[in-house]
């Protein structure tokens, strides 16, 4: 047995409803600036609100449910309301376009949607393809208090004198899943990241103790909760150690720093981009009163920029490394230990990482190669890709798993991250897999064939550029691709360069030298 125990996130909830209480639990401020409060007791009431309307619907244990919402307290309700009836949420990115949540609905055999009126439209639309889609939630029906809806014939508000419902007893496993996400960092298009209630008590107990959360602590999350990051690196380590989350509906840098002062947050996490915008901002007198002692962030950035953001708003940075399969932050700085910067630390307990060659060789400190890690699927790390038994197999060999991310370690064990081997594009915190921004592109009738790399980016760290040839006699503009990618793809997908080419450049077995084109993008 280890760390874990047999806890699920039923019971890592209610119990610390019954420890906590009244403690302060999550605070959430909306678009418009308004703010309520909630209790852990409240959060464990909410989930058990949801979870049992969820269950007079017909979700039932091992469902999959898609919960297609912008951070709000709606979110944490649903996931751990899912949870608490053994259900399983698909949290999908709310710059979906209709094709693509298509896709995530139909491909993880959701049975439901839980969402709010303003992608209402956009549910509906594409229900009609979705033969496995019985029933759709309506949250946040009201845009500054929450309330619950059942689409189209029932509504619940969250009156704090109604009654919790009994749950009936549902046995629940540690193992049991509790997410698909979709994630980017791999090429196949259909990788479902399988997540189980033991992935997510790991990360919340390695993330507490790694960033040495109290109870005092007051968490800011402005990154997305359908993400890894919001849910792994913030909410479970926040909610494990009994500390508060601050959470807004989206974020701000001109907003950011005004909003730490006032809510006087101690901790934050960020990545790349969003320290470069908060660096663009005016400076302000009260830059650095704030009561804030750390920022994890992922990721990195200049040694300039690094220093600039420390003394600025006079707090320390804390880089780190990890992906959707290995449940977010795997190597992070050692707080208490020797810290180095612009280095993503040391491995977490309970895994071991590692640098191999293309063999599966271990590498000596110095020499570059692919990161793997070493874990206990559905515990440790992810379970696996949902559906996907050949590619799971694939990235877990000999009990590693083979991230695709190139980096180095150095003579005191701490690792450093080089890149990407496998072709995903980092934009501002987004994963965009090159494959299906090409797809997309190549369904386009004058586009014979297309090759979309990275480029650098001076605030989203890295931009889209596809290099696209033609059908011969055919005549296009980049404008008109763009175009047609916005319609198809989330935004942060489309490509911000076009590059037309007569052919693109390949080796014997025909594999596009993708080297060569970002070296000629370079040099343009």
Same mark, same amino acid.
């Given at each position: 047995?280890?760390? /874990? ?17 009244? @403690? ?23 989930? $058990? ?32 309301? *899912? ?37 209402? $439209?956009?549910? !509906?639309?594409?229900?009609? @393809? ?19 809806? +059942?689409?189209? =014939? ?14 009936? %007893? ?6 049991? &899943?509790?997410?698909? /996400? ?8 259909? %990788?479902?990241? *399988? ?21 005092? =602590? ?28 601050? /959470? ?20 934050? %996490? ?7 915008? +908060? ?8 830059? %650095? ?9 992922? #990721? ?25 399969? $290995? *449940? ?42 692919? #990161?793997?890690?070493?874990? #206990?699927?559905?515990? $440790?790390?992810? @379970? ?33 991250? !080089?890149? !990407? ?59 008109? *691709? #763009? ?31 993708? &080297?060569?084109? !970002? ?6």
């Amino acid at each position: 047995m280890d760390c /874990i125990g047999t806890e699920t996130l039923r019971t890592f909830l209610e119990f610390r409803a019954r420890t906590y209480q009244e @403690k302060e639990c999550l605070v959430f401020e909306n678009k418009d600036g308004h703010v309520i409060r909630y209790t852990y007791r409240q959060l464990d009431e909410y989930a $058990t609100r949801y979870a049992g309307l969820l269950f007079s619907k017909g979700i039932r244990h091992g469902d999959k449910v898609v919960v297609h919402l912008r951070n709000c307290p709606e979110f944490l309700f649903s996931w751990f309301g *899912l949870a608490k009836i053994g259900a399983v949420m698909v949290p999908t990115n709310v710059l979906s376009t209709a094709p693509e949540l298509e896709h995530f609905i139909n491909y993880s055999d959701a049975v439901a949607v839980i969402t709010e009126p303003d992608y209402a $439209t956009l549910v !509906r639309e594409v229900r009609p @393809k979705c033969p496995k889609l019985r029933e759709l939630f309506l949250v946040r029906t009201v845009s500054w208090y929450p309330t619950a809806q +059942l689409f189209p =014939d029932m509504t619940l508000l969250h009156d704090p004198g109604a009654d919790i419902p009994q749950l009936p %007893s549902i046995p629940l496993h540690t193992e049991d &899943d509790a997410l698909i /996400i979709f994630s980017g960092n791999t090429l196949a298009r259909n %990788s479902a990241v *399988l997540l189980t209630h033991a992935n997510a008590l790991f990360a919340g107990i390695f993330g507490a103790q790694a960033m040495k959360v109290v109870p005092e =602590d007051r968490h800011f999350i402005v990154l997305p909760l359908f993400h890894v990051n919001g849910l792994f690196i913030s909410c479970m380590p926040v909610l494990t150690a009994g500390a508060t989350l601050i /959470i807004t509906e989206q974020f701000s840098a001109s907003r950011y720093m005004e909003q730490v002062r006032r809510y006087e947050v101690t901790t934050s %996490s960020l990545v790349g981009a969003t320290v470069r915008m +908060l660096l663009n901002q005016p400076p302000h007198e009260l830059d %650095s009163c704030n009561k804030l002692r750390l920022i994890a962030f992922a #990721i990195p950035i200049s040694d300039e920029e690094w220093e600039r953001f420390e003394q600025r708003f006079h707090v320390r940075l804390c880089d780190l490394w990890g992906m959707t399969e $290995t *449940l977010g932050a795997t190597t992070i700085n050692p707080i208490d230990g020797k810290f180095k910067r612009n280095c993503q630390g040391l491995p977490r307990l309970g895994n071991e990482v590692k640098i191999v060659d293309e063999q599966g060789h271990e590498q000596p400190p110095g020499t570059p190669g692919e #990161i793997v890690v070493k874990g #206990i699927p559905g515990r $440790t790390i992810m @379970k696996g890709y949902y559906k996907e038994p050949d590619t799971t197999q694939a990235v877990m060999r000999d009990g590693w798993l083979h991230t695709g991310d190139l980096g180095v370690m150095d003579e005191e064990g701490y690792f450093y991250f !080089r890149g !990407r081997i496998k072709d995903v594009i980092k934009r501002a915190g987004e994963n965009v897999a090159s494959p299906e921004v090409e797809q997309v592109l190549a369904q386009h009738p004058f586009v014979k064939e297309a090759a979309v790399v990275s480029m650098p980016d001076p605030v989203r760290d890295e931009a889209v550029a596809a290099f696209v040839v033609l059908h011969e006699g055919e005549e296009c503009t980049a404008e008109q *691709l #763009i175009a047609w990618c916005s319609e198809r793809l989330a935004k942060f997908k489309v490509p911000s360069r076009i590059l037309f080419r007569n052919s693109l450049p390949r080796n014997a077995d025909g594999t596009v030298r993708k &080297d060569i084109l !970002r070296r000629e993008l370079s040099a343009a």
